[in-house]
């Protein structure tokens, strides 16, 4: 396991990052003038509370455009199991944010209780609003911005575990390890979300052009 993740951390390294529109880059900006630009554990846990933000954006759009297509059972069926495929990647990230929360309350990090606690709530907010009305005005829009943020995670958890190779000597405990799965090291731990947030960039990659809800389920009433 440990091999085969290590291979996917040079395979990150080695690759492009994605070319980040407005607003990701506005979004990036925001977070290195709060947070620094260098990478962290606390950084990496705000990044967490906003990426699964987009996620119930579209599940919520998604249940709408059910109500408007049940006359349509064959299409709204379509449309519920890619809510489920959304749901279940909202769970996925659900676990990242749970995982780094415990791995900063065991290493006793300080966090402040503004920066660390309501900004973040407030950038989600927003960037859910943003997700939102893309994907309503624009499913393809909503997911090209979704694909850039992955990137960026994927790109910054394998940058930043190459950068501590201490991480690799420390044994992750965790009481999510039967949720999310077994990993002796908090570095092979980092290098399976940045795994997660590429699998995550290549479903939104994959949809750009299919994503059957937003305007499109909103319309077919
Ligand atoms: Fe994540
Ligand atoms: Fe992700």
Redesign the pocket.
């Known amino acids: 396991m440990t091999e085969n993740l290590r291979q996917e951390q040079d395979r990150t390294l080695a690759s492009d990052r994605m070319r980040a529109g407005i607003p990701a880059r506005v979004l990036f900006a925001t977070m290195d003038r709060l947070y620094g630009r260098e990478a962290s554990l606390p950084k ?1 846990r705000v ?2 509370v906003v ?2 933000v987009p996620y119930f954006a579209w599940e919520h759009v998604g249940y709408v455009a059910i109500t408007h297509t049940h006359q349509r059972p064959r299409l709204a069926r379509d449309i519920h199991d890619e809510v489920k495929t959304v749901r279940a990647q909202q769970d ?2 659900f676990f ?2 749970l995982i780094l929360e415990e791995l900063l309350q065991r290493r006793d990090t300080p966090l402040s209780g503004f920066r660390d606690r309501v900004l973040p709530q407030v950038i989600a907010a927003v960037y859910y609003y943003v997700s939102w009305l893309l994907y309503v005005v624009r499913p393809r829009w909503s997911h090209e911005l979704n694909a850039q943020f ?1 990137d960026h ?1 994927e790109h910054e ?1 394998m940058r930043y575990v190459a950068d501590h190779p201490e991480l690799d000597e420390e044994p992750w405990v965790s009481e999510f390890r039967d949720d999310y799965g077994h990993h002796s090291t908090v570095g092979d731990l980092l290098r399976q ?1 940045a795994l ?2 590429r699998h ?1 960039k290549d479903a939104s990659l994959a949809r750009l052009d299919t994503a059957r809800f937003g305007s499109a389920g909103g319309s077919a009433d």
């Open positions: 990496f990044l967490e990426a699964r996925n990230e990242h944010l992955e995670a958890y979300i997660d947030e995550h």
